[in-house]
């Protein structure tokens, strides 16, 4: 079988790394890839976010028997629906199921339709009536955009202050261009994150192992929201939160999509907030979580395509799921100044060591190869993942590889899978 992964960040590394291990797969491309990717993949450059002409033509040219996407744009702009107009093979949601990731608005009415647990909110097209709003709240808010922002369109505020700026920045000053001509205001929620995935072929859902992401860029949960700067899993959850979980968010989001007339197809991955053990919806998204799936496929047994091939001909409940008992974490390298502004080109020293580490991985994300040398390329470099018997000896393993690697201006958080060991 020949595969197609699209994307070029550690996500989409190690997607092309899992499918690599299967025994019914002999040939894997990555559009666009990067330079770690080009050791499991054949990377090619063609444009994948928007026009899908190209990519259709490629995939009938190599003769390509199955195609996975890995970031949310394509997903959210319909790539799925035009492969499949086309007869071709592909894993993920359909445009308009997509809409749950694509716009934020359109999410949070979902939820309200459905009496899916959310924090409380306002929508607005209009950025006095948002100033207004805000103007009239006594407790913090979050401002986001309603479109695709890279991960970076949620503005966790403190005061009505940095509330009304957010909103003049996502509607006036357009820092994201159209995906803040609308924008949610929600109340602040207090409690611990947790990343849910499920993966759905539209009738039955299977339950992926839980994980932790931190989003802000620096120790404690201090900084601007990033793509996310770190991983961990499994992450603590009760069998009592686990049954909420399922029951009042996964069956109703689910049998919500049916009765919407867009069954949900792919993986669903909920970022949650709990607070008392009750889990309340942050956001939806339609794809792997990038840095989750860092630490997901590495304690995965199964052929990762035997999943996706039960989720395209609708066999998922046929499918049983066999997880590794180890627990994993993800630090992500990122260059000086992101989410900011930064510089490419600086030289990664030390990559190709971790390789003879045992129990550690090297996802790479803005990574290129150039003259047999590793350059950033990007914003987030490479996520490093450490396996253990438990979280604290994954933690160890994973600080341990990352001493190992260096570029100009590399940063980390320092307290990546510590919130797990005393939970």
Sequence with gaps: MRVLVIGGGGREHTLCWK??????????????????????AICRELPYEKDFSSLISFVRREKIDFTVVGPEAPLVGGIVDQFEKEGLKIFGPSRKAARLEGSKVYAKQFMKKYGIPTAEFETFSDLKKAIDYIDEQKEPLVVKADGLAGGKGSIVTRSK??????????????IFGSAGERIVVEKRLKGEELSFFVITDGVSFKVLVSSRDYKPAYDGDKGPNTGGMGSYSPAPLRPSLFKKIINRVVIPTLEGMKKEGTPYKGVLYLGLMIHSGEPKVLEYNCRFGDPETQVILPRLFNDIMELFQAVDKQRLDAVDLKWRSHATTCVVLTSKGYPGSYEKGKPIEGLDNLTRMRNVFAFCAGVKRENGRFLTNGGRVVGVTGMGKNLKESIKTAYRAVKKISFEGMHYRRDIGYKGLVS
Excluded: H, T, W, Y
Excluded at 24 to 36: D, H, K, L, S, Y
């Design 19 to 40: 499918i690599s291990q299967s025994p019914r797969v002999n040939e894997i491309f990555c559009i666009p890839g990067n330079g770690g990717i080009e050791k499991v």
């Design 161 to 174: 202050e940095e509330a009304i700026e957010a909103a003049r920045q996502l509607m006036e000053d357009k």
